[in-house]
């Protein structure tokens, strides 16, 4: 199985619902006609067959529907066949099963008697959502089936907040399937005592099951499948409620560690009302949505205000004589729910008790955290409350030289020291990957070698990176942790929030290796894996390199998990535009972080934080629990066809390719060798494995489609995308622009992004077609795209005047005492970065120390910080930029630099 058939299986499901429909019309119509055709009759079989081990797992159509369907195929009424089928494909294209009665009929004429058309249907009720619950029984048949929904039936009230329907699976591998491919499912209640395997033969859904569910049939006993199961489905999907109905000691089972994640333990023959309650509660739990809830009955109250916000209630807009149309754009919720009070039922953001607190806590669960907080001025404050709370003047952070420039201005404010290590450079893209494991071990090594490793306060990372490197999350806390074990992490997952609601993306995420992290250190076989590793190795011995390139272990007994990440929820969920959240899962946060968390929270955060932001913030934790499975998956399966296409299409790929694992990833960081995810060859199998042994894997929602070899530089192709065609994207470099699959994403979006790939394509033949001069043109233009591209300058050092000891071999630096000299005019100048005076002072001296951060977009990152010496490589890349964008660099003044007589007038305490 590829990766594309695993994340397109809905896809698929549709796609094969449709191309049943359209062969039951067809020879529909051939036997209405009085013709024989006996290859379309064995098409349509054929079809109709492979729909059996799908409709398995879905509660509609469902078995039962779908036999009917066989039915009237095999009785040969090929009219009414057709019919159904045709019913059914509407049903599932537009979702009418969750609303009315008329998909769940094969006939016009809905039933009363025996129907299978649940009551609620009949009111008509549709702003009750509607959810699948899987039942793993193995002693039902299709009409023991509908007798318990008929008895799941008779226990729904009017008031009931939810609708549902009862899928049946009888197997160990079926539910596991069933979690995977459905999802509808919210619920699943597992029935003591079935059998392992599947009825089907599916090996690629066996694949799939064994990647994720770790249980052998051999070794495990049949009383313990249902407790093995719960795990199991809790490692594909957190978020769902399980439930055991069992008729052994259910006080004993209850209690059991194997128990954890059985939401609740049922003696199943007396049971069933609580049951249905509970399946309720569970998803009630879920949709809760405090904020919102509570911001939404206070926007319906007649509300006096005599306060600071004249919007609020709108009346100042909907009186206007001017600005009326603000009011018809917006509509008139949004002013009715625009309020700067935190009393009637709302709370404070800066101190949250209420609705605010629970909504954190529930974010917390969603997210795999111990405690999660709303930002509502973006995840650059979100790094910077982060930075602050864990960071004292002096402290050293490692840190990606190319990360946000949040981060920067966050030691800045928290007088951290950074020490910039280096990613992997991608010259021929203009842009950077993620810094090698190797790299950070290395910069540990050298601080602990010079006595400074009590002074490394954190690692921090971008992950995933805006071009789509993920780091192994797990691997490099792991062995940051063998050098220093209370080492803490930040994980910038600015672009990352959605990574969580997918099973494959969730060990890469900082809340979802933590857990990992922990059952592993407090396992017997990690002892005994660390006791072997503390043999062989000995006392760690900063000198010896060859640790460089062993994987190390930390000491169960010392070790601390300490992980931070923050995320820029609007950018890959349904929040507001600034809306982003932090995520703490830290075992000193309470001892350590809790108070100056709360201080550096105070610090960066608005009095005046915007309720519409954090109550979508609260809305995009509902929707990820409830249906963020289903979106992530579409996400990657769009992405993943969109690759496919482009690179695989003869017009297109002569001029556009999105580039590869194997383009992003160098062979080194990548030891199973998978190299493309659209290669027929590279198994689902394959993928996992990648993506949990390889140091880093390519997000395949991230495409960086290479447009230098159409003749376009990044931002001029960004730009006819968006004039021309409205394609709207965001970064670009030299020869490439990034397109960022997400969950707003459809099918007709992503065929349309293909279509103007391919108009591009054919006008460049015609352009090029027989005209000499043009064709010259043309290949020169993407010779200087491709081939004459600057290389990439590394980060170089900080002038002594900012370094403690300048002696030693480390790199870290006070870029807050470099910042603040450029707040003294007399102390600074201005040069010409293609001057001469550059030139000899680059050669002879005195050294040129930048007093800015100078940060050119694209590619986005700084080259040159506060307090760093400029090099000739950085002024070479400068000076080959051809963006119209260079922020902290005025091209008419020049680049702005530390005086050297001030730098020598710089006194810092040395080291001893």
């Known amino acids: 199985m590829s990766v594309l058939d ?111 058309v649940p009551d609620y249907y009949e009111r008509r009720d549709v702003s009750r959502p509607y959810f699948e619950v899987l039942i793993v029984d193995d002693n039902v048949n299709l009409q023991q089936q509908q007798r318990v929904r008929d008895e799941l039936k008779a226990l729904r009230r009017p008031e009931d907040p939810f609708i549902y329907e009862a899928v049946f699976v009888p197997s160990f591998e079926d539910a596991v399937a069933g979690v995977l491919m459905n ?33 052998d049939p051999d070794t495990l006993a049949p009383e313990s499948y249902g407790t093995a199961l719960a795990d199991g489905i809790h490692k594909i999907r957190p978020e769902l409620d399980i439930f055991l109905m069992t008729d052994r000691r259910v006080e004993e089972i209850a209690g059991q560690a194997t128990a954890a994640h059985i939401r609740r333990v049922f003696y199943d023959v007396e049971e069933l ?103 509502t001025n973006g995840t650059s404050t979100a790094n910077k409350i ?5 960071c004292k003047p002096g402290d050293i952070v490692i840190v990606d030289r190319n990360c946000h420039k949040s981060h920067h201005y966050g030691f800045v404010v928290a ?39 009590d002074k490394v306060k954190m690692v921090l990372l971008t992950n995933c990176t805006f071009d789509g490197h993920i780091y192994n999350v797990k691997r490099f806390m792991e062995e940051c942790l063998a050098i220093k074990p209370d080492l803490v992490f930040l994980w910038d997952e600015a672009w990352y929030a959605f990574a969580r609601f997918s099973p494959l993306y969730r060990g890469r995420t900082a809340m979802g290796a933590v857990p990992w992290l922990h059952e592993r250190y407090s396992s017997p076989e990690y002892r005994d894996e660390y006791e072997a590793f503390k043999k062989k190795v000995g006392k760690i011995d900063p000198k010896n390199e060859k640790l460089l390139d062993m994987h190390l272990l930390p000491d169960p007994d010392k070790v601390r998990i300490r992980a931070y990440s923050t995320h820029s929820t609007h950018k890959s969920l349904s929040a507001l535009r600034q809306g982003s959240m932090i995520h703490v899962h830290d075992e000193d946060y309470e001892a350590l972080v809790h108070e100056p968390f709360e201080e550096a929270f105070m610090t960066h955060t608005s009095t005046s934080p915007n309720a519409q932001i954090i109550a979508s913030l609260d809305l995009s934790r509902r929707q990820v629990e409830l249906e963020g499975y289903e979106l992530v998956r579409e996400q990657i399966a769009l992405a993943l066809t969109l690759r496919n296409e482009v690179n695989n299409n003869p017009l297109i790929s002569k001029y556009f390719r999105i580039l590869t694992p194997a383009e992003m990833v160098p062979d080194e960081y990548r030891g199973t060798g998978v190299k493309d995810y659209g290669d027929l060859s590279t198994s689902w199998s394959d993928v996992v494995d990648a993506w949990e042994e390889d ?30 065609y409205d394609i709207q994207l965001n970064k670009t470099s030299r020869n490439s622009v990034l397109f960022q699959s997400n969950i707003n994403n459809t099918r007709s979006a992503t065929s349309y992004v293909i279509s103007t790939l391919a108009q591009i394509a054919a006008d460049l033949d015609k352009q090029l077609e027989g005209d000499t001069g043009a064709a010259k043109g043309f290949q020169a233009r993407v010779k200087s795209l491709m081939e004459d591209v600057p290389d990439l300058p590394n980060f170089s050092r900080f002038h002594d005047a900012f370094r403690d000891d300048p002696k030693g071999k480390t790199l870290e630096g006070h870029m807050r005492d470099g910042y603040f000299e450029a707040y003294v005019p007399e102390d600074c100048d201005h040069l010409a970065i293609n001057s001469k005076e550059m030139d000899d002072r680059l050669e002879k001296g005195p050294e040129v120390v930048s007093a800015n951060f100078v940060i050119p977009y694209p590619p986005g990152f700084p080259i040159m910080v506060p307090g760093q010496v400029v090099t000739r490589e950085i002024i070479d890349f400068m000076l080959k930029l051809d963006v119209k964008e260079i922020h902290g660099y005025n091209k008419d003044a020049g680049l702005k630099i530390i005086k050297p007589e001030v730098l020598k007038n710089i006194k810092r305490p040395q080291a001893a």
């Open 415 to 453: 007088g951290a020291q950074p020490y910039y290590v280096e990613a992997y450079p991608m010259i021929e893209y203009s842009m950077y990957g993620g810094v090698p494991l190797r790299t950070i071990k290395k910069a540990l090594f050298q601080l602990q070698a010079e006595g400074k490793l």
């Open 6 to 116: 695993f994340f397109n299986v809905a896809t698929n499901r549709m796609d094969g619902w449709n191309a049943l429909n359209n062969a039951a019309v067809k020879l529909s119509h051939a036997k209405a006609s009085g013709r024989e055709d006996t290859d379309l009759e064995e098409q349509v079989k054929a079809l109709l067959e492979r729909r059996e081990v799908f409709e398995s797992f879905w509660a509609y159509p469902g078995l039962a529907l779908y036999k009917e369907v066989v039915d009237l195929f095999k009785e040969g009424d090929y009219t009414g066949f057709a019919q159904a089928v045709d019913r059914i494909t509407r049903g599932l294209m537009s979702g009418a099963y969750r609303r009315g009665p008329a998909a769940w009929n094969l006939t016009e004429e809905i039933q009363d008697e025996g129907s299978r």
């Open 183 to 215: 999802h509808n499912a919210q619920s699943v209640v597992i029935y003591d005592y079935f059998p392992f395997e599947s009825r089907y033969d599916m090996q690629d859904l066996r694949e799939r099951i064994e990647r994720f569910v770790e249980h």
């Open 695 to 724: 140091e880093f894997v390519l997000d395949p929602t991230r495409l960086t489609l290479v447009c230098g070899t159409a003749g376009y530089d990044g931002t001029s192709f960004k730009t006819e995308l968006m004039d021309k």
């Open 386 to 390: 982060v930075v602050q709370a864990l």
């Open 273 to 375: 009302n609580e049951l249905h309650l509970s399946i309720l509660d569970g998803v009630s739990d879920r949709y809760k949505t405090p904020h919102f809830s509570n911001l939404e009955k206070f926007s319906r109250r007649p509300i006096g205000t005599f306060h600071a916000l004249p919007i609020a209630r709108g009346k100042s807009i909907f009186k206007s004589h001017w600005i009326k149309d603000m009011g018809h754009f917006y509509g008139t919720n949004l002013f009715l729910a625009e309020t700067s009070t935190t009393a009637g039922g709302l709370d404070s953001l800066l101190e949250p008790k209420g609705n605010i607190k629970e909504a954190h806590a529930l974010t917390a669960r969603a997210f795999g955290s111990e405690h999660s907080f709303f930002v």
